[in-house]
């Protein structure tokens, strides 16, 4: 197993991060900046990693839904994206009903 090294880890646990956190989802209006659904994710549109100097500022945070936030730390670590078949096969499992009366 990959292992991946969270550079932003110092930082996402001070009391300083959960307010801009917070900050961030308010002025995104709780929702993914990528695709619009609802979101959660605070994200560093620069890695910490290769810019120490914006872990803290607010402009260098977006918020993501969950699917965004994987998909962007896949390219930001270099693993390649997902195959286009498995997202349709994700799509298409969503939208069956999981409790099915027969």
Known sequence: ????????AA???TKRWRALRLQALR???WRCVQCGKPGREV???K???SHPELAFVLDNLQTLDARCH????RRDIG??????RRDE????VSQTPLNQEQ
């Open 1 to 8: 197993m990959r292992r991946y090294h969270r550079y932003s």
């Open 11 to 13: 930082v996402t646990r």
């Open 27 to 29: 002025r995104d209006g």
């Open 43 to 45: 994200d560093h549109i």
């Open 47 to 49: 890695p910490v990693r």
């Open 70 to 73: 994987t998909r962007k730390t």
């Open 79 to 84: 693993l390649p994206e997902t195959d286009p």
């Open 89 to 92: 096969w994700r799509a298409l």
